[in-house]
T-cell receptor, first 119, second 117 residues
Framework: AQKVTQAQTEISVVEKEDVTLDCVYE???????LFWYKQPPSGELVFLIRRNSFDEQNEISGRYSWNFQKSTSSFNFTITASQVVDSAVYFC????????????????FGQGTILTVHP | NAGVTQTPKFRILKIGQSMTLQCTQDMNHNYMYWYRQDPGMGLKLIYY???????DKGEVPNGYNVSRSTTEDFPLRLELAAPSQTSVYFCASSYNTDRDSTPYEQYFGPGTRLTVT
């Protein structure tokens, strides 16, 4: 069975601080995808990133960066110079595997981390 | 494009009542999903569909039914509402091709907040 753990339930920072959200996953699949989604106070989930299990290069998008380490089954998310608009719940998710067939995109979500950025 | 729309936004049901949560997408996505989100928890997959006429169970299907007669619509049916079904329900869609069997990002609707008392 697949599992995603986000150990940090809530994080509170002051604007301009850097913050890292941890994500640890478990899977028996050899090929899979990892995702991060943002859920702002409005409630709708917004896609942030998709990462293939074969690609361990770090990725940076503006103030956002992701560190994928297959050896430790972790896919951490860092926000640099946080802003009040970054306040949201962030979810890490793991897809069903697709080796030798089709992935149906079935996602297993972590419990989410509530990030509050104070001005 | 409206994206993924869900109706109603809020609903209060009495125990034993039935209702259908509506979900429509206008992006011509072939894959659609229903999730539930309990307070302080992540989303859990209820049912999913890979195309019109094809549906399958997710992690928590008990107490729910779905149908997919068109590409656009994926309604979720609660037959005998129970307090344990109090939750926020999200519908999502994505586009997957036969050539590339990898999962793409899912687009989510705004959610339906359901309370069963």
């Amino acid at each position: 069975a697949q599992k995603v753990t986000q150990a940090q339930t809530e994080i509170s920072v002051v604007e301009k601080e850097d913050v890292t959200l941890d994500c640890v996953y478990e899977t028996r699949d050899t090929t899979y995808y990892l995702f991060w989604y943002k859920q702002p106070p409005s409630g709708e989930l917004v896609f942030l990133i998709r990462r293939n299990s074969f690609d361990e290069q770090n990725e940076i998008s503006g103030r956002y960066s992701w560190n994928f380490q297959k050896s430790t089954s972790s896919f951490n998310f860092t926000i640099t110079a946080s802003q009040v608009v970054d306040s949201a719940v962030y979810f890490c998710a793991l897809s069903d595997g697709y080796a030798g067939g089709t992935s149906y995109g079935k996602l297993t979500f972590g419990q989410g981390t509530i990030l509050t950025v104070h001005p | 494009n409206a994206g993924v729309t869900q109706t109603p936004k809020f609903r209060i049901l009495k125990i034993g009542q039935s209702m259908t949560l509506q979900c429509t997408q206008d992006m011509n996505h072939n894959y659609m999903y229903w999730y539930r989100q309990d307070p302080g928890m992540g989303l859990k997959l209820i049912y999913y569909s890979v195309g019109a006429g094809i549906t399958d169970k997710g992690e928590v299907p008990n107490g729910y039914n779905v149908s997919r007669s068109t590409t656009e619509d994926f309604p979720l049916r609660l037959e005998l509402a129970a307090p344990s079904q109090t939750s926020v329900y999200f519908c999502a869609s994505s586009y997957n091709t036969d050539r590339d069997s990898t999962p793409y990002e899912q687009y989510f609707g705004p959610g339906t907040r359901l309370t069963v008392t």
